[in-house]
């Protein structure tokens, strides 16, 4: 079990590494999509420039807070949430 610490004012920092550990979940799933389910499967190092040439965007809905990936329309991830409790 982790270790119980006190907020002691500092919310903003617990919040970025809650944020940094959802980014970093969010990550892993697409990229095993990106590798996966992509057509072609993108191989080596993932660059903005190969993804935009493969006509893979992340996408995200506001009011459900879902994000996936999507190649020239067709989803090929795994809808990410976060749900706050």
């Known amino acids: ?27 892993a ?3 095993k999509a990106v590798r996966t389910n992509a057509k072609p499967p993108i191989t080596g190092k993932m660059t903005p420039g190969k993804l ?10 506001e009011e459900t807070m879902e994000s ?6 067709e989803r090929i991830s795994e809808k990410f949430r976060i749900v706050w409790k």
């Open 1 to 27: 079990m982790g270790k119980i610490i006190g907020m002691d004012g500092k919310l903003p920092d617990y919040l970025g590494i809650l944020l940094d550990k959802a980014g970093e979940m969010e990550f």
């Open 29 to 31: 799933l697409f990229e």
């Open 68 to 73: 996936w990936l999507e190649q020239r329309g």
């Open 52 to 61: 935009k040439k493969a006509g893979i965007m992340r996408c995200f809905n």
